[in-house]
Protein backbone atom coordinates (compact mmCIF):
# COMPACT_ATOMS: atom_id res chain seq x y z
CA UNK A 1 0.00 0.00 0.00
CA UNK A 2 0.69 3.50 -0.32
CA UNK A 3 2.44 5.86 2.15
CA UNK A 4 -0.49 7.38 4.17
CA UNK A 5 -1.03 10.54 3.12
CA UNK A 6 -0.83 11.91 6.27
CA UNK A 7 2.82 11.36 6.37
CA UNK A 8 3.71 13.87 3.47
CA UNK A 9 1.70 16.76 5.16
CA UNK A 10 3.04 18.98 8.06
CA UNK A 11 3.44 17.10 11.29
CA UNK A 12 0.56 19.68 12.90
CA UNK A 13 -1.86 19.52 9.90
CA UNK A 14 -4.47 17.86 12.26
CA UNK A 15 -4.43 16.65 15.94
CA UNK A 16 -3.62 13.47 15.96
CA UNK A 17 -6.85 11.30 17.20
CA UNK A 18 -3.91 8.95 18.72
CA UNK A 19 -2.35 11.75 20.58
CA UNK A 20 0.99 11.31 18.88
CA UNK A 21 1.70 14.85 17.96
CA UNK A 22 -0.64 16.21 21.60
CA UNK A 23 2.69 17.55 22.48
CA UNK A 24 3.32 19.56 18.93
CA UNK A 25 -0.15 20.95 18.85
CA UNK A 26 -0.02 22.29 22.09
CA UNK A 27 2.89 23.99 21.75
CA UNK A 28 1.63 25.74 18.65
CA UNK A 29 -1.70 26.52 20.70
CA UNK A 30 -0.14 28.18 23.14
CA UNK A 31 2.15 30.64 20.27
CA UNK A 32 -1.54 30.71 19.45
CA UNK A 33 -2.82 32.29 22.43
CA UNK A 34 -0.01 34.35 23.32
CA UNK A 35 -0.20 36.27 19.91
CA UNK A 36 -3.86 35.89 20.65
CA UNK A 37 -3.37 37.79 24.36
CA UNK A 38 -0.23 39.79 22.89
CA UNK A 39 -2.81 41.83 20.79
CA UNK A 40 -5.87 41.91 22.69
CA UNK A 41 -4.21 42.98 25.70
CA UNK A 42 -2.63 45.75 24.46
CA UNK A 43 -5.25 47.06 21.48
CA UNK A 44 -5.49 50.54 22.93
CA UNK A 45 -1.88 51.11 21.76
CA UNK A 46 -2.99 50.18 18.08
CA UNK A 47 -4.98 52.93 16.37
CA UNK A 48 -9.17 51.88 16.07
CA UNK A 49 -8.98 51.36 12.62
CA UNK A 50 -5.31 51.13 11.37
CA UNK A 51 -4.24 52.14 7.50
CA UNK A 52 -5.05 49.63 4.89
CA UNK A 53 -2.13 47.85 4.05
CA UNK A 54 -0.55 47.95 0.44
CA UNK A 55 -2.09 46.15 -2.74
CA UNK A 56 1.08 44.41 -3.21
CA UNK A 57 0.48 42.59 0.29
CA UNK A 58 -2.87 41.08 -0.44
CA UNK A 59 -1.66 40.41 -3.92
CA UNK A 60 1.09 38.17 -2.17
CA UNK A 61 -0.66 36.58 0.49
CA UNK A 62 -3.47 35.30 -1.79
CA UNK A 63 -1.62 33.31 -3.40
CA UNK A 64 -1.32 29.80 -2.68
CA UNK A 65 1.80 27.65 -2.26
CA UNK A 66 1.95 24.87 -4.42
CA UNK A 67 4.14 23.70 -0.70
CA UNK A 68 3.51 23.70 2.80
CA UNK A 69 4.73 26.41 4.75
CA UNK A 70 5.17 25.81 8.38
CA UNK A 71 3.04 27.07 11.20
CA UNK A 72 5.67 29.10 12.60
CA UNK A 73 6.19 31.49 9.14
CA UNK A 74 2.07 31.36 9.28
CA UNK A 75 2.19 33.00 12.89
CA UNK A 76 4.67 35.63 12.17
CA UNK A 77 2.26 36.64 9.06
CA UNK A 78 -0.92 36.25 10.94
CA UNK A 79 0.28 38.92 13.62
CA UNK A 80 0.49 41.29 10.47
CA UNK A 81 -3.05 40.15 9.74
CA UNK A 82 -4.28 41.19 13.28
CA UNK A 83 -2.17 44.45 13.54
CA UNK A 84 -3.88 45.80 10.41
CA UNK A 85 -7.71 44.89 11.30
CA UNK A 86 -10.32 46.78 12.93
CA UNK A 87 -9.56 47.47 16.17
CA UNK A 88 -12.96 46.68 17.65
CA UNK A 89 -11.30 46.35 21.34
CA UNK A 90 -10.07 49.57 21.35
CA UNK A 91 -12.15 51.80 23.84
CA UNK A 92 -12.15 54.59 21.22
CA UNK A 93 -13.56 52.43 18.36
CA UNK A 94 -17.08 53.71 18.69
CA UNK A 95 -17.96 53.93 15.27
CA UNK A 96 -20.23 50.78 14.48
CA UNK A 97 -22.06 48.31 16.00
CA UNK A 98 -19.24 46.19 17.18
CA UNK A 99 -17.97 45.30 19.77
CA UNK A 100 -15.34 43.67 22.01
CA UNK A 101 -16.60 40.14 22.35
CA UNK A 102 -16.47 38.27 25.86
CA UNK A 103 -13.89 36.00 26.37
CA UNK A 104 -16.13 32.97 26.53
CA UNK A 105 -16.77 33.90 22.50
CA UNK A 106 -13.31 33.11 21.95
CA UNK A 107 -13.29 29.51 24.28
CA UNK A 108 -16.86 28.46 22.84
CA UNK A 109 -15.62 29.26 19.15
CA UNK A 110 -12.23 27.63 19.39
CA UNK A 111 -13.57 24.59 20.89
CA UNK A 112 -16.61 24.41 18.68
CA UNK A 113 -14.04 24.51 15.38
CA UNK A 114 -11.94 21.51 16.96
CA UNK A 115 -15.07 19.22 17.25
CA UNK A 116 -16.61 20.83 13.88
CA UNK A 117 -20.22 19.01 14.53
CA UNK A 118 -22.73 20.17 12.05
CA UNK A 119 -26.37 22.22 13.01
CA UNK A 120 -27.89 20.50 10.47
CA UNK A 121 -28.70 17.74 12.40
CA UNK A 122 -28.64 16.17 15.73
CA UNK A 123 -26.86 13.11 14.99
CA UNK A 124 -24.27 15.78 13.45
CA UNK A 125 -24.73 17.94 16.95
CA UNK A 126 -26.58 15.87 19.47
CA UNK A 127 -25.39 18.05 22.31
CA UNK A 128 -25.72 21.45 20.15
CA UNK A 129 -29.06 20.26 18.52
CA UNK A 130 -30.94 19.74 21.72
CA UNK A 131 -29.05 23.20 23.39
CA UNK A 132 -30.14 25.36 20.90
CA UNK A 133 -33.84 25.12 21.04
CA UNK A 134 -33.54 25.23 24.71
CA UNK A 135 -31.81 28.21 24.93
CA UNK A 136 -34.02 29.80 22.38
CA UNK A 137 -37.00 29.21 24.35
CA UNK A 138 -35.43 30.48 26.90
CA UNK A 139 -34.52 34.12 25.16
CA UNK A 140 -37.92 33.67 23.42
CA UNK A 141 -39.81 33.74 26.78
CA UNK A 142 -37.30 36.97 28.21
CA UNK A 143 -38.55 38.86 25.07
CA UNK A 144 -42.68 37.87 26.73
CA UNK A 145 -43.20 35.78 23.29
CA UNK A 146 -44.77 33.12 26.02
CA UNK A 147 -45.63 29.88 25.75
CA UNK A 148 -45.07 27.46 22.71
CA UNK A 149 -42.33 30.37 21.48
CA UNK A 150 -38.97 29.61 20.64
CA UNK A 151 -36.70 29.77 17.77
CA UNK A 152 -33.51 29.03 15.65
CA UNK A 153 -29.90 30.76 15.42
CA UNK A 154 -28.67 32.17 11.92
CA UNK A 155 -25.91 33.70 10.34
CA UNK A 156 -26.40 36.92 10.74
CA UNK A 157 -29.60 39.50 11.27
CA UNK A 158 -30.10 39.71 7.64
CA UNK A 159 -30.86 35.49 7.34
CA UNK A 160 -33.10 36.10 10.42
CA UNK A 161 -35.07 38.72 8.48
CA UNK A 162 -35.69 37.17 5.79
CA UNK A 163 -36.40 33.79 7.69
CA UNK A 164 -38.96 35.59 9.82
CA UNK A 165 -40.78 37.28 6.26
CA UNK A 166 -40.57 34.09 4.57
CA UNK A 167 -42.61 32.27 7.18
CA UNK A 168 -45.07 35.26 7.26
CA UNK A 169 -45.57 35.40 3.65
CA UNK A 170 -45.56 31.37 3.49
CA UNK A 171 -48.74 31.02 6.21
CA UNK A 172 -50.46 33.75 4.51
CA UNK A 173 -50.23 32.35 0.60
CA UNK A 174 -50.03 29.14 1.89
CA UNK A 175 -46.87 29.41 -0.26
CA UNK A 176 -44.39 26.41 1.05
CA UNK A 177 -45.33 24.08 -1.93
CA UNK A 178 -46.47 26.43 -5.30
CA UNK A 179 -44.95 30.23 -4.25
CA UNK A 180 -46.42 33.41 -4.75
CA UNK A 181 -45.46 33.42 -8.53
CA UNK A 182 -48.97 34.00 -10.26
CA UNK A 183 -50.93 35.29 -7.74
CA UNK A 184 -53.85 37.55 -8.61
CA UNK A 185 -52.41 40.19 -5.98
CA UNK A 186 -48.91 41.50 -5.06
CA UNK A 187 -48.05 40.33 -1.34
CA UNK A 188 -46.71 43.70 0.18
CA UNK A 189 -45.37 44.40 3.71
CA UNK A 190 -45.31 47.67 5.40
CA UNK A 191 -41.68 48.92 6.69
CA UNK A 192 -40.11 52.09 8.43
CA UNK A 193 -38.08 53.70 5.80
CA UNK A 194 -34.71 54.03 7.81
CA UNK A 195 -35.39 49.84 8.25
CA UNK A 196 -31.73 47.91 7.36
CA UNK A 197 -31.67 47.56 4.14
CA UNK A 198 -32.17 43.35 4.73
CA UNK A 199 -35.45 43.99 4.58
CA UNK A 200 -35.47 45.06 0.83
CA UNK A 201 -32.88 42.31 0.40
CA UNK A 202 -35.49 39.78 1.85
CA UNK A 203 -38.46 41.22 -0.28
CA UNK A 204 -35.75 40.64 -3.24
CA UNK A 205 -34.81 37.53 -2.02
CA UNK A 206 -38.36 36.22 -1.64
CA UNK A 207 -39.33 37.00 -5.41
CA UNK A 208 -41.56 39.72 -4.55
CA UNK A 209 -39.28 42.29 -5.78
CA UNK A 210 -37.87 45.37 -3.18
CA UNK A 211 -40.61 47.30 -3.79
CA UNK A 212 -42.74 44.84 -1.85
CA UNK A 213 -41.05 46.32 1.15
CA UNK A 214 -43.38 49.37 1.28
CA UNK A 215 -41.44 52.67 2.71
CA UNK A 216 -43.11 54.15 6.14
CA UNK A 217 -42.40 57.88 6.69
CA UNK A 218 -40.90 57.95 9.56
CA UNK A 219 -40.95 61.11 12.67
CA UNK A 220 -37.79 63.43 13.23
CA UNK A 221 -37.30 60.74 15.72
CA UNK A 222 -36.94 58.13 12.92
CA UNK A 223 -39.92 56.43 14.70
CA UNK A 224 -42.54 55.50 12.04
CA UNK A 225 -45.42 57.38 11.46
CA UNK A 226 -48.27 55.81 12.72
CA UNK A 227 -51.06 57.52 10.29
CA UNK A 228 -48.81 57.11 7.25
CA UNK A 229 -48.72 52.94 8.30
CA UNK A 230 -52.48 53.27 8.13
CA UNK A 231 -52.66 55.38 5.23
CA UNK A 232 -50.60 53.10 3.26
CA UNK A 233 -52.28 49.90 4.38
CA UNK A 234 -55.50 51.19 3.09
CA UNK A 235 -53.49 52.51 -0.57
CA UNK A 236 -52.11 48.81 -1.16
CA UNK A 237 -55.42 47.71 -0.62
CA UNK A 238 -57.41 49.87 -3.00
CA UNK A 239 -54.66 48.92 -5.47
CA UNK A 240 -55.00 45.95 -5.19
CA UNK A 241 -52.10 44.71 -3.44
CA UNK A 242 -52.09 41.94 -0.73
CA UNK A 243 -50.24 43.10 2.60
CA UNK A 244 -49.07 40.37 5.02
CA UNK A 245 -46.87 41.93 7.73
CA UNK A 246 -45.38 44.88 9.37
CA UNK A 247 -41.98 45.37 10.73
CA UNK A 248 -41.25 47.06 13.66
CA UNK A 249 -37.39 48.03 14.40
CA UNK A 250 -36.39 48.24 17.97
CA UNK A 251 -33.21 50.03 17.48
CA UNK A 252 -32.43 51.65 14.12
CA UNK A 253 -29.25 51.05 12.28
CA UNK A 254 -27.92 54.87 12.23
CA UNK A 255 -29.65 56.39 15.19
CA UNK A 256 -30.58 53.54 17.27
CA UNK A 257 -34.33 54.63 17.91
CA UNK A 258 -37.58 52.29 18.37
CA UNK A 259 -40.73 52.46 16.36
CA UNK A 260 -44.05 52.63 17.97
CA UNK A 261 -44.22 48.83 18.81
CA UNK A 262 -47.61 48.57 20.71
CA UNK A 263 -49.30 50.89 18.01
CA UNK A 264 -47.88 49.08 15.03
CA UNK A 265 -49.22 45.66 17.15
CA UNK A 266 -52.39 46.74 17.37
CA UNK A 267 -52.72 47.86 13.49
CA UNK A 268 -51.22 44.27 12.44
CA UNK A 269 -53.63 42.33 14.91
CA UNK A 270 -56.74 44.86 13.46
CA UNK A 271 -55.78 43.63 9.84
CA UNK A 272 -55.03 39.93 10.67
CA UNK A 273 -51.16 40.62 9.52
CA UNK A 274 -47.72 39.32 10.80
CA UNK A 275 -46.37 41.54 13.11
CA UNK A 276 -42.32 41.07 13.50
CA UNK A 277 -40.20 42.98 15.13
CA UNK A 278 -36.48 43.72 13.81
CA UNK A 279 -34.66 43.92 17.22
CA UNK A 280 -31.05 42.79 16.11
CA UNK A 281 -29.95 45.80 17.90
CA UNK A 282 -31.87 47.01 20.34
CA UNK A 283 -33.27 43.63 22.04
CA UNK A 284 -30.71 43.41 24.11
CA UNK A 285 -32.30 45.89 26.37
CA UNK A 286 -34.09 43.09 27.69
CA UNK A 287 -31.70 42.12 30.05
CA UNK A 288 -31.62 45.16 31.96
CA UNK A 289 -34.85 45.76 34.10
CA UNK A 290 -34.60 49.22 33.73
CA UNK A 291 -34.67 49.95 30.69
CA UNK A 292 -36.24 47.15 29.16
CA UNK A 293 -40.30 48.84 29.33
CA UNK A 294 -38.29 50.56 26.02
CA UNK A 295 -39.41 47.55 23.99
CA UNK A 296 -42.78 47.21 25.61
CA UNK A 297 -45.03 45.84 23.12
CA UNK A 298 -42.52 43.26 22.00
CA UNK A 299 -44.39 40.38 23.54
CA UNK A 300 -47.18 40.60 20.61
CA UNK A 301 -44.53 39.90 17.75
CA UNK A 302 -44.83 37.29 15.88
CA UNK A 303 -41.45 36.46 15.33
CA UNK A 304 -37.97 38.98 16.42
CA UNK A 305 -34.84 38.82 14.85
CA UNK A 306 -32.31 39.64 18.28
CA UNK A 307 -28.53 39.39 16.91
CA UNK A 308 -26.54 38.37 20.68
CA UNK A 309 -23.30 39.67 18.40
CA UNK A 310 -24.45 43.18 18.98
CA UNK A 311 -25.37 44.75 22.37
CA UNK A 312 -24.38 40.82 23.88
CA UNK A 313 -20.89 41.43 22.75
CA UNK A 314 -21.15 37.40 21.65
CA UNK A 315 -18.60 36.91 18.57
CA UNK A 316 -19.64 37.02 14.99
CA UNK A 317 -21.62 35.52 14.10
CA UNK A 318 -24.77 35.11 16.77
CA UNK A 319 -27.83 35.80 15.75
CA UNK A 320 -31.20 34.70 16.02
CA UNK A 321 -34.90 34.65 14.84
CA UNK A 322 -37.74 33.76 17.49
CA UNK A 323 -41.50 32.70 16.90
CA UNK A 324 -44.29 33.20 19.13
CA UNK A 325 -45.59 29.95 17.70
CA UNK A 326 -42.28 27.54 17.22
CA UNK A 327 -44.54 24.83 15.36
CA UNK A 328 -45.21 27.60 12.98
CA UNK A 329 -41.33 26.61 11.26
CA UNK A 330 -43.09 22.80 10.68
CA UNK A 331 -46.28 24.09 9.16
CA UNK A 332 -45.15 26.65 7.10
CA UNK A 333 -40.90 26.41 6.62
CA UNK A 334 -39.63 23.20 7.09
CA UNK A 335 -38.30 20.96 4.56
CA UNK A 336 -37.65 17.66 5.17
CA UNK A 337 -34.01 16.32 4.41
CA UNK A 338 -34.58 12.48 3.94
CA UNK A 339 -30.63 11.52 4.01
CA UNK A 340 -30.74 12.52 7.89
CA UNK A 341 -31.72 10.58 11.00
CA UNK A 342 -35.00 11.53 12.32
CA UNK A 343 -35.74 11.71 16.30
CA UNK A 344 -39.06 12.13 17.55
CA UNK A 345 -38.35 14.76 20.05
CA UNK A 346 -35.88 16.92 18.14
CA UNK A 347 -35.92 18.73 14.85
CA UNK A 348 -32.63 18.66 12.76
CA UNK A 349 -32.47 22.56 13.21
CA UNK A 350 -30.83 22.23 8.95
CA UNK A 351 -35.13 21.69 8.00
CA UNK A 352 -35.99 24.47 9.88
CA UNK A 353 -33.89 27.21 8.79
CA UNK A 354 -32.40 28.53 5.54
CA UNK A 355 -28.88 27.15 5.92
CA UNK A 356 -27.91 23.45 6.12
CA UNK A 357 -24.69 23.16 7.72
CA UNK A 358 -24.39 25.80 10.13
CA UNK A 359 -21.80 26.57 12.52
CA UNK A 360 -22.15 25.92 15.85
CA UNK A 361 -22.76 29.69 17.63
CA UNK A 362 -25.03 28.45 20.43
CA UNK A 363 -21.89 27.26 22.54
CA UNK A 364 -20.18 30.73 22.39
CA UNK A 365 -23.81 32.78 23.17
CA UNK A 366 -24.26 30.04 26.07
CA UNK A 367 -20.77 30.22 27.58
CA UNK A 368 -21.53 34.08 27.38
CA UNK A 369 -24.44 34.00 29.13
CA UNK A 370 -23.77 31.95 31.63
CA UNK A 371 -20.36 33.52 32.18
CA UNK A 372 -22.09 37.30 32.66
CA UNK A 373 -25.12 36.37 33.52
CA UNK A 374 -28.28 38.47 33.54
CA UNK A 375 -27.24 40.70 36.59
CA UNK A 376 -23.69 41.04 34.40
CA UNK A 377 -25.48 42.06 31.09
CA UNK A 378 -27.47 44.75 32.53
CA UNK A 379 -24.82 46.08 34.11
CA UNK A 380 -22.85 46.94 31.21
CA UNK A 381 -25.94 48.36 29.51
CA UNK A 382 -26.82 50.26 32.17
CA UNK A 383 -23.62 51.64 32.43
CA UNK A 384 -23.58 52.35 28.19
CA UNK A 385 -27.08 54.19 28.90
CA UNK A 386 -25.45 56.49 31.66
CA UNK A 387 -22.56 57.42 29.00
CA UNK A 388 -25.00 58.08 26.33
CA UNK A 389 -26.72 60.16 28.46
CA UNK A 390 -23.24 62.57 29.35
CA UNK A 391 -22.22 61.66 25.35
CA UNK A 392 -26.06 63.80 24.50
CA UNK A 393 -25.16 66.35 27.31
CA UNK A 394 -22.40 67.39 25.71
CA UNK A 395 -23.91 67.64 22.09
CA UNK A 396 -26.88 69.88 23.14
CA UNK A 397 -24.30 72.23 24.56
CA UNK A 398 -22.62 73.24 21.96
CA UNK A 399 -24.55 74.60 19.76
CA UNK A 400 -22.74 73.73 16.64
CA UNK A 401 -23.40 70.35 17.28
CA UNK A 402 -26.63 69.09 16.05
CA UNK A 403 -28.24 65.88 17.15
CA UNK A 404 -29.71 63.41 14.09
CA UNK A 405 -32.42 61.87 16.99
CA UNK A 406 -33.44 61.73 20.66
CA UNK A 407 -30.77 59.08 21.13
CA UNK A 408 -33.09 55.36 22.62
CA UNK A 409 -30.47 53.59 23.06
CA UNK A 410 -26.16 53.73 23.52
CA UNK A 411 -26.24 55.07 19.47
CA UNK A 412 -25.17 58.90 18.85
CA UNK A 413 -25.69 60.11 15.85
CA UNK A 414 -24.62 63.51 15.62
CA UNK A 415 -23.28 66.29 13.15
CA UNK A 416 -20.96 69.42 13.17
CA UNK A 417 -23.29 72.46 11.92
CA UNK A 418 -22.25 75.87 12.55
CA UNK A 419 -24.34 78.09 11.51
CA UNK A 420 -21.71 79.91 9.28
CA UNK A 421 -21.28 77.16 7.25
CA UNK A 422 -23.26 76.51 4.56
CA UNK A 423 -25.16 73.49 4.51
CA UNK A 424 -23.53 72.56 1.10
CA UNK A 425 -19.98 72.25 2.52
CA UNK A 426 -20.77 70.37 6.21
CA UNK A 427 -20.70 67.15 4.67
CA UNK A 428 -16.76 67.69 4.04
CA UNK A 429 -16.17 69.31 7.01
CA UNK A 430 -17.58 66.35 9.19
CA UNK A 431 -15.43 63.94 7.29
CA UNK A 432 -13.05 66.29 8.06
CA UNK A 433 -13.69 65.99 11.60
CA UNK A 434 -13.87 62.23 11.44
CA UNK A 435 -10.16 61.89 10.33
CA UNK A 436 -9.17 64.83 12.79
CA UNK A 437 -11.00 62.85 15.69
CA UNK A 438 -8.92 59.49 14.10
CA UNK A 439 -5.78 60.40 12.76
CA UNK A 440 -4.80 63.67 14.78
CA UNK A 441 -4.87 61.68 18.17
CA UNK A 442 -1.90 62.89 20.43
CA UNK A 443 -1.47 58.87 21.31
CA UNK A 444 -3.27 56.02 19.71
CA UNK A 445 -5.15 55.67 23.10
CA UNK A 446 -7.07 59.20 22.32
CA UNK A 447 -7.82 58.25 19.13
CA UNK A 448 -11.73 58.14 18.17
CA UNK A 449 -13.10 56.53 15.55
CA UNK A 450 -17.17 57.52 14.81
CA UNK A 451 -18.51 56.13 11.49
CA UNK A 452 -20.04 58.96 9.05
CA UNK A 453 -23.00 57.04 8.00
CA UNK A 454 -25.69 59.12 5.07
CA UNK A 455 -28.57 59.68 6.84
CA UNK A 456 -31.22 62.06 5.33
CA UNK A 457 -29.00 62.90 2.19
CA UNK A 458 -26.16 64.13 5.32
CA UNK A 459 -23.41 62.92 6.51
CA UNK A 460 -23.70 62.24 10.21
CA UNK A 461 -21.07 61.18 12.69
CA UNK A 462 -22.40 58.08 14.42
CA UNK A 463 -21.30 56.99 17.94
CA UNK A 464 -22.08 53.51 19.45
CA UNK A 465 -21.12 53.18 23.01
CA UNK A 466 -20.94 49.45 23.43
CA UNK A 467 -17.66 49.01 24.72
CA UNK A 468 -17.05 48.60 28.57
CA UNK A 469 -14.29 49.81 28.35
CA UNK A 470 -14.88 53.15 26.92
CA UNK A 471 -15.09 55.82 30.04
CA UNK A 472 -16.28 59.06 30.60
CA UNK A 473 -12.47 60.53 29.94
CA UNK A 474 -12.71 58.88 26.60
CA UNK A 475 -15.82 60.97 25.77
CA UNK A 476 -14.35 63.86 27.54
CA UNK A 477 -11.20 63.35 24.92
CA UNK A 478 -13.61 63.73 22.42
CA UNK A 479 -15.23 66.62 22.96
CA UNK A 480 -12.25 68.48 23.51
CA UNK A 481 -10.78 67.59 20.46
CA UNK A 482 -14.10 68.17 18.71
CA UNK A 483 -13.85 72.16 20.43
CA UNK A 484 -10.31 72.02 18.87
CA UNK A 485 -11.34 71.20 15.13
CA UNK A 486 -13.39 74.31 15.71
CA UNK A 487 -10.75 76.37 16.50
CA UNK A 488 -9.01 75.14 13.83
CA UNK A 489 -10.93 75.48 11.34
CA UNK A 490 -12.10 79.33 12.17
CA UNK A 491 -15.74 78.35 12.70
C1 LIG B 1 -31.59 46.84 12.76
C2 LIG B 1 -30.75 45.87 11.99
N1 LIG B 1 -31.34 44.81 11.41
C3 LIG B 1 -30.63 43.90 10.72
C4 LIG B 1 -29.28 44.03 10.57
C5 LIG B 1 -28.53 43.05 9.74
O1 LIG B 1 -27.72 42.25 10.50
P1 LIG B 1 -26.49 41.46 9.83
O2 LIG B 1 -25.49 42.48 9.40
O3 LIG B 1 -26.03 40.59 10.96
O4 LIG B 1 -27.02 40.67 8.70
C6 LIG B 1 -28.62 45.12 11.16
C7 LIG B 1 -27.17 45.30 11.02
O5 LIG B 1 -26.57 46.21 11.49
C8 LIG B 1 -29.38 46.07 11.87
O6 LIG B 1 -28.82 47.16 12.42
Not at 37 to 61: G, I, K, N, T, Y
Request: aromatic share 8%.
Amino acid sequence: MNEPPINRLPTDAFIDPSGRNKTEIEALLQQVVSLLVEQMAQAEARSPLPDPLPLAQFQQWAQIPQQSIDSETLLGEVRSHLTHSMNAAHPGYIGHMDSIPTTMSLVGDLLVAALNNNMLSVEMSPVFSRLEPLLMQQIAARFGLGEGSGGVMVSGGSLANLQALSVARNQAFDAVDTGVVGLAKQPVFFVSEVAHTSMQKAAMMMGLGANSAIALRTNSNSQVDINDLAQKLAQAESNGQQPFAIVATAGTTVTGNIDPIPEMAEIAKAHSLWFHVDAAYGGAVIFSDAHRDLLAGIEQADSITFNPQKWLYVAKTCATVLFKDFDILNRHFRILAPYMGDDEQWPNLGELTVQGTRHADVLKLWLSLQHIGIDGYANIIDHNYRLTEQFVRRVSNRPYLQLASQPQMNIVCFRFAPKEVQSSHQDELNAKLQRYLLAEATDSSAAVFLSLPRYRGQRWLKAVLLNPYTQLETIEGLFTRIDSFRSLSGQ
